[in-house]
């Protein structure tokens, strides 16, 4: 593989990258088997690729779990990465990005995965009950104690990027290094103020979902699956929209001899704000698959081809795991108290 810089960090890492969220699951939505898991990340490090990530939330700390079992011997090899903020118990204290929080939850991480550091360790999702300025210096400190090496994001919006970049510079504390955003030939939104803010800032960018929550892979077709809602990633009103453009997808992949799943995954890398495409298999299969694309680069033809379909900057549809602002979720945030509104006409 040609390995690509992590944003200016220094720290080389493969363009594919593999998301252990579907491993040392228990077999309802992942791969419940251990051992296949475990041969199926070794089979990743094979192939060059050298960045994993993973979260603790993921099958309640069971994928870092079974991470820490693969990892033996390997290690050094692997730029690891995972994350912290998603509920870990029913203690509303047990979840967050506050300093209390962080600092259980690393030490929780450590010890699943056998490790006394961790490459990466990103806030999973933003938290608007916490300060900016007290996660990044909980993550400062872990810095500077050499329990993590660097620190970054998933899911954070542009504003709040440039706030954390900016905070971190008046402050003197660590910069966040990456950001983890959904990114896929249906779900091109970060195009937009994201990945510019991310390139800007010298931030490497890890993205999520590149198959956009298996739609990309060529199994999903009208007429062919009666209930798109059980994708489960989705907004389910917007099937008919997803499907149209998914057909054309289909249209281009047929036309230029390029597996669906291999157009997808060369679309996602192909931008310059692109670090790495994250990969979560759930079997070995699956796995061969993505890899014998792994060289695939597509032509400004094929691009502009895309961009008919999907126009950047935009969103055929949002997936269910994505990031919504308070501003968005709580009505209260959005609606003046009656007492302050005109008078009705």
């Known amino acids: 593989m040609q390995y690509r810089t992590l944003g200016r960090t220094g720290v080389q890492v493969s363009p594919f990258a593999l998301g252990a969220m579907m491993l040392g699951t228990d077999g309802r939505i992942g791969n419940g088997d251990e051992q296949d898991s475990i041969r199926i990340v070794h089979r990743a490090l094979d192939a060059g690729i050298n960045l994993i990530d993973t979260a603790d939330r993921y099958s309640q700390g069971g994928s870092e779990e079974l991470l820490g079992k693969a990892l033996k011997g390997r290690r050094d090899d692997v730029v690891l990465a995972t994350k912290f903020h998603g509920p870990m118990g029913d203690d ?30 990103q806030a999973h999702r933003p938290d608007d009950t916490v300060d900016l300025e007290e996660t990044l210096s909980a993550l400062t400190d872990l810095v500077r104690s050499g329990k993590v090496r660097m620190i970054g994001t998933s899911d954070f919006p542009a504003s709040m990027q440039v706030e954390a970049q900016w905070t971190s510079q008046r402050r003197g504390l660590e910069r966040f290094r990456t950001e983890q955003p959904t990114y896929s030939i249906l ?3 970060i195009e937009r103020e994201v990945l510019p803010v991310a390139q800007r800032h010298g931030m490497g960018t890890l993205v999520w ?21 059980r994708v489960g990633m989705f907004r389910h009103n917007q099937d008919e929209r997803r499907i149209d453009a998914v057909e054309q997808v289909v249209a281009l992949s047929e036309e230029t001899g390029i597996r669906m799943t291999h157009l997808a995954l060369a679309f996602a890398i192909a931008h310059p704000g692109v670090t790495s495409a994250l990969i979560g298999p759930r079997s070995m299969e699956q796995l061969e698959d993505l890899l014998a694309g792994a060289d695939v680069v597509l032509s400004d033809e094929v691009l502009n081809r895309i961009d008919a379909i999907v126009p950047p900057g935009t969103d055929v549809t949002r997936l269910d795991q994505q990031y919504e602002p308070p501003a968005v979720l709580r009505a209260g945030l959005r609606r003046r108290p009656v007492e302050e509104r005109p008078a009705a006409v």
């Open 209 to 229: 979902s590149p198959l956009a929550g298996g739609m990309l892979t060529g199994r999903f077709r009208r007429g062919q699956d009666s209930d798109l809602a």
């Open 92 to 121: 509303p204290n047990r979840q967050g990005n506050s300093r209390r929080w962080i600092m259980r939850a690393v030490e929780d991480s450590l010890r699943r995965l056998q490790t006394d550091h961790i490459d990466l360790y």
């Open 187 to 189: 779900n091109r939104g």
